[in-house]
């Protein structure tokens, strides 16, 4: 669904991603796990086109993204949700214009059918009567709800998650992964989540990487990645301050 | 020493890549006005954040640069004893140069700023960001509304400044110091001509474009954080306004 092929990004002298490999099998949810300043985030927006890797190749069912014309990458881009790790709601926008933008822009919806549609979409993810909120006005948590509607109403095939629990009670917390599971079982789309929700993520994930020093240090199913007896992946899952991971 | 030339070099290949990124910037936005220019809702939005909401600061300006151009002007003029071209000497100083370069300055620090601000906070909270996932164009949204406003806006102002300050100079000259207004007005319509009206409206035009390019351009690509933001803010102000009156010389010096 999605092949990362030998990504190389720096960032001024700094190396981000170092000849980074990684296939996202399609409808499965793969979770991208590794310590803090890592760049998972560099690396999913590199899914979408929002960064260009230094070198290498991204491939999006079978197309490079970094060659296509801009039309084009817009057209793959169509086949994508993303739930931001700060939501990135309009901010002069309230939640229901929030919700319709895409909807209005690119669809020939008729006012009321656009409506009923934000309404539904505000209703799965569990909010009523925030249409007329403005971001600002939200909780973290709500905020993110509305991301996540928002990110769900054109039905994308892949749906990419960055952080979408960072910061956020145990409560709200459980209910996002919930919803992000109940989700993908009711509309079976791809979905990439960039987490460091440990253990839950290994609860929605049926694969998980683990990107250490700019390249995929382990991969594969959720249960051989938490069983995992690799001394870097090991002492991260635990949460251990001793072993091969330096806080500095 | 060798450290002193990479040093430059390094300087020089950024200035000229931030020249490229900046004419690619004004490139493709003209580009997508052209094709499309995105929904007159919201260029009527950028219409009234621009011009609208300038009004209060041009009229005070105007008047106020008028009342000065009177005063300078009669004290100036008396020594030849030429007080009846007062009129003219107000009129083509507002009308050729000093209406549109104000006008450009005011909307500069009032909008253009303002712009800066807005475009580098979607830019820092990835807003931008996310309108590209979803496969719309930022500069659909953001940047084509703020540029075909400040192209329409920019000569309404100036139009609205060279009145108000033509009449700021009548107060002075006429009512304070004694000119005779018939001289005043007459003088002054024998002396300004379609062109310098047109001149005045075609820098005011380009100063429109250049107010939204240099704008639009340091919010979209602000630096991480508050610090970015306020960063691109300043450098937004102080290059648009050495730009206007950059372009302003070479404009005139085209139209003389």
């Known amino acids: 669904m999605i092949k990362l092929s030998n990504i190389h990004k720096s960032f001024d002298s700094q190396t ?11 409808g499965e949810i793969t979770a991208i796990i590794g310590p803090s300043g890592e760049g998972k985030s560099v690396l999913i927006k590199h899914m979408i086109g929002l960064l260009r890797p230094d070198s290498g190749s991204v491939e999006v069912e079978g197309e490079n993204i970094l060659t296509v014309r801009r039309s084009q990458l817009n057209h793959i881009r169509e086949k994508f949700g993303m739930l931001f790790q700060n939501a990135a709601l309009f901010d002069s926008m309230n939640v229901f214009e929030n919700v319709a933008f ?10 009321d059918e656009i409506s009923t549609r934000v309404f539904s979409a505000l209703e799965n993810v569990g909010l009523k009567n925030v249409e007329k909120k403005f971001p600002d006005e939200l909780s973290g948590g709500m905020k993110k709800r509305v991301a996540l509607a928002r990110a769900l109403l054109l039905n994308p095939k892949i749906i990419l998650f960055d952080e979408p629990t960072t910061g956020l009670d145990p409560i709200i917390k459980r209910a996002i992964h919930q919803l992000i599971k109940e989700t993908h079982a009711k509309f079976g789309f791809t979905a990439v989540i960039v987490s460091h929700e440990i253990p839950e993520i290994f609860d929605i994930a049926q694969n998980v990487a683990m990107l250490y020093k700019g390249e995929i240090l382990q991969y594969g199913p959720a249960e051989e990645i938490m069983n995992s007896t690799h001394p870097v992946v090991k002492q991260f899952i635990s949460g251990s301050l001793d072993g091969p991971i330096q806080l500095v | 020493m060798s450290a002193l030339v990479q040093s430059i070099g390094h300087s020089t290949l950024g200035f000229v890549r931030e020249l490229g990124r900046m004419g690619w910037f004004l490139i493709y936005s003209l580009y997508v006005t052209a094709r499309r220019p995105g929904s007159p809702l ?3 939005k950028q219409l009234k954040f621009i011009g609208a909401k300038s009004l209060f600061v041009i009229f005070l300006t105007a008047a106020f640069t008028g009342m000065v151009l009177g005063l300078q002007g009669y004290y100036t003029l008396r020594k ?5 071209m007062l009129g003219t000497a107000v009129a083509l100083s507002l009308i050729r140069e000093l209406g549109p370069v104000l006008t450009a300055l005011m909307v500069t620090g009032r909008a253009g700023s303002a712009i800066t601000a807005e475009i580098g906070i979607m830019r820092i909270t990835e807003q931008i960001d996310a309108m590209e996932t979803m496969a719309l164009d930022p500069f659909k949204y953001l940047i084509t509304p703020k540029l075909i406003a400040a192209m329409i806006a920019l000569p309404l102002l100036c139009s609205i400044f060279d009145v108000v300050g033509i009449y700021g100079g009548w107060l002075v000259g006429v009512k304070l110091l004694g000119v005779n207004p018939g001289a005043y007005f007459y003088e002054m319509e024998k002396a300004v001509l379609w062109q310098d009206v047109y001149s005045g409206i075609l820098k005011s035009f380009s100063f429109g474009v250049i107010i939204a390019w240099i704008s639009c351009y340091k919010g979209f690509f602000a630096g991480h954080g508050a610090e970015g933001v306020s960063k691109a803010t300043t450098e937004s102000v102080v290059l648009t306004s050495v730009l206007v009156l950059v372009w302003d010389y070479f404009l005139t010096s085209v139209l003389l």
Request: glycine share 10%.
């Open chain 1, 16 to 26: 981000v991603l170092n000849g980074l490999n990684l296939d996202i099998p399609a």
């Open chain 2, 80 to 84: 030849f004893g030429s007080e009846g």
């Open chain 2, 42 to 44: 919201y260029i009527l």
């Open chain 1, 102 to 111: 895409p909807l209005q822009e690119k669809t020939k919806l008729s006012r």
